[in-house]
């Protein structure tokens, strides 16, 4: 075995255990230099970031991977652990990557000034670990312990600006929210370990009856789950940790909620995906019943999102507000697909949803490293205390032009894509849906047009006469969104056949999922 | 590459790109056969406020909060709803997880 088989072979773990243990190494290393901590930040991503790259490459040519922690043989009765890795799971672990290294390029200009950044390091690692871990597990236990691991981390890095009385009050009701959906998806755990006697998710969606305690977990994981990603209306939370947490973490916190909702597809369509078509009441398949009820929920996302976006004056929590309308439109996507199942629009409206994962995270990531430099640049928050920046900070504007037509759904940059899909997939299904998606993309145009106006726009106020641009590396981190957002307009069929589709094919082929597992070991 | 195909319908933002090209090269041309009288640094280019003197920024300063004040006030009811919705407390934060999660229950509890 040469040496790059055997990195391949061990990469799932080593896609953990690599920001694990450089989480815990930051202190000691920052205590070297400041530069060499985030350097080594930078490059223990960039290594983990190489990992993925070659799992990816392996999943996507030769099919899903398991990778065993423990008892390699199940006669013995021993505890163990099975990561399962798909195109689906590979997909999130590749945009949970990029965030943070974008991320931790942003910071290094953007929180220089600050104290306690080897903690800020820690902890940002340790959500990205959470992620990766969320993503990768085949183990629905072992899934419930990574999404502690990120509730806790997030909860702190909410709370960096600790002397902001509001950072704190953000991260207190973060945390008392992530902590009440954990504990719930903990209890939906219970109820499948009391009826199967197993945590592997192929194996329990292989035994699954879908008796009425299963339809009880059913609830419990969506409602938790959703609640995670920021669902309305069980949204709140949202606006108030990203309006607060430096737009930095943001990404990573956002990285992390677009995982709970990586796991509310995997429990619908790979848990739950062989008695969807089982008819309840009223003859109706247990498929259209939950798709219609993630559809409405999605629709009230949509709505409740732009509509107090839009009278926000705070640029931060309207972002977190338009973040909240751009979940809606995955879980849009997501609820049609789950309806129509078995049509061909459904698999259309599902890549659309997926694709829409890739492009939410890089246009509403944009939108807050826009707003981040703002505030980095005028310590200001308020859009009624901005006016006229276009004048100096002239690629930052230019980056905030380009997030806010890609957010809004404009032709030819990558929000239309997804856009595009769903938009036809769900008019099929219902052509009302696809009019409510529309208004919402409407709508989002004017806000951020309205932030345009305000903030870049407009005469230029005497205390902002001394503004200047964004420093190098916080351009870098917005330009490289901003390019990402042009190529996947330009290019949309390259991210679509590469990824998506495989991703959309691992999720509806839950049979493969199960067999690799219930089949093979 | 770069034709998207959704099964009812395409996109190709190639295409698009020269749609959008040729319009703006056409209107380019028209806007040639105009006469250009417009000349920099005279009375042309100052503001004409009916006489008044033009206002410092700060009074021209047109805030964030008094936009889309006509779509904000025909649509108050609603706001009113949504602002009572959004409290900040965070028992209420719980309170609607518990609500949405009694609801879907009961859906798929009496399906």
């Known amino acids: ?521 | 590459m770069f034709t998207l195909e959704s099964g009812s319908g395409f996109w190709n933002p190639i295409l698009w790109i020269l749609v959008l090209l040729i319009t703006f090269l056409l209107f380019y041309g028209i806007r040639g056969f105009g006469k250009s009288t417009y000349k920099k640094g005279t009375e042309q280019t100052k503001a004409f406020l009916s006489g008044n003197k033009e206002p410092s920024p700060e009074e021209m300063h047109i805030k964030a909060s008094n936009l889309y004040w006509g779509f904000t006030t025909s649509m108050k009811s609603l706001y009113s709803v949504l602002r009572k919705m959004h409290t900040g407390n965070t028992s209420d934060y719980i309170l609607w997880f518990v609500l949405v999660l009694a609801v879907l229950l009961l859906i798929l509890g009496v399906m």
């Not at chain 1, 409740?304 to 909240?324: C, E, F, K, P």
């Not at chain 1, 006016?387 to 690629?395: C, D, I, N, Q, V």
């Not at chain 1, 330009?479 to 949309?492: C, D, K, N, S, Y």
């Open chain 1, 1 to 521: 075995m040469t040496v790059l088989e055997a990195l391949l072979q061990h990469s799932p773990a080593l896609i953990i255990a690599i920001p694990l243990l450089s989480a815990f190494l930051l202190p000691l290393v920052s205590r070297i230099h400041a530069k060499v901590r985030d350097v080594f930040a930078l490059v223990m991503l960039g290594v983990t970031s190489c990992f993925v790259g070659l799992l990816a490459s392996d999943v996507l040519s030769h099919g899903p991977r398991i990778y065993i922690f423990g008892a390699q043989n199940l006669r013995v009765p021993l505890v163990r652990i099975l990561f399962e890795v798909d195109s689906m799971g590979v997909f999130m672990a590749i945009i949970t990557m990029m965030l943070a290294i974008i991320a931790v390029i942003y910071s290094w200009s953007f929180l220089h000034q600050e104290d306690g950044l080897d903690k800020y390091y820690t902890l940002l690692l340790l959500v990205v670990t959470s992620a990766l871990g969320m993503e990768l597990t085949g183990d629905i236990f072992n899934f419930f312990v990574f999404l502690e691991i990120s509730c806790i981390a997030s909860c702190a890095l909410i709370a960096f600006w600790v002397t902001e009385g509001e950072a704190l009050e953000a991260a207190f009701k973060y945390i008392v929210v992530s902590s009440i959906g954990a504990l719930f998806v903990l209890f939906a755990i219970g109820i499948f370990y009391a009826q199967y006697n197993a945590l592997n998710i192929a194996t329990l969606a292989h035994l699954l009856l879908f008796t009425f305690l299963d339809k009880i977990a059913l609830v419990i994981l969506l409602v938790s789950l959703g609640m995670k990603a920021g669902l309305a209306p069980m949204h709140m939370w949202l606006p108030d940790s990203y309006g607060r947490a430096p737009p930095s973490i943001v990404l990573i916190i956002m990285s992390a909620t677009l995982a709970s909702f990586y796991g509310l597809l995997r429990v619908v369509f790979t848990f739950y995906g062989n008695v969807l078509t089982t008819s309840l009441r009223f003859s109706l398949p247990a498929h259209v019943v939950i798709g219609w009820i993630l559809i409405a929920l999605a629709i009230v996302s949509i709505l409740i999102g732009v509509i107090m976006a839009l009278v926000q004056t705070d640029l931060l929590r309207l972002i977190g507000y338009a973040a909240v309308a751009e979940i809606g439109y995955m879980f849009l996507a997501v609820g049609a697909s789950i309806a129509a199942l078995g049509t061909s629009y459904a698999t259309v409206a599902l890549q659309g949803g997926v694709l829409h994962i890739l492009n939410d995270a890089v246009d509403i990531g944009l939108l807050f490293l826009v707003a981040g430099a703002i505030y980095y640049v005028t310590k200001k928050r308020s859009l009624d205390d901005l006016s006229g920046l276009a004048r100096t900070m002239k690629f930052t504007t230019v980056f905030f032009i380009i997030g806010l037509l890609a957010v809004a759904g404009m032709p030819p940059l990558n929000g239309f894509t997804s856009k595009f899909l769903i938009y036809e997939s769900v008019y099929q299904l219902n052509p009302i849906l696809s009019i409510i998606a529309l208004l919402g993309s409407i709508l989002l145009l004017a806000i951020f047009v309205k932030v345009l106006y305000a903030a870049f726009l407009g005469p230029e106020l005497p205390g902002l006469k001394d503004v200047k641009e964004a420093p190098k590396s916080m351009l870098l981190a917005m330009g490289f969104l901003a390019g990402l957002a042009i190529f996947i307009g330009l290019f949309p069929n390259l991210l679509l056949d590469t990824l998506v589709k495989p991703a959309v094919s691992a999720l509806l082929d839950h049979a493969q999922y199960i067999s690799m597992v219930v089949g093979g070991l």
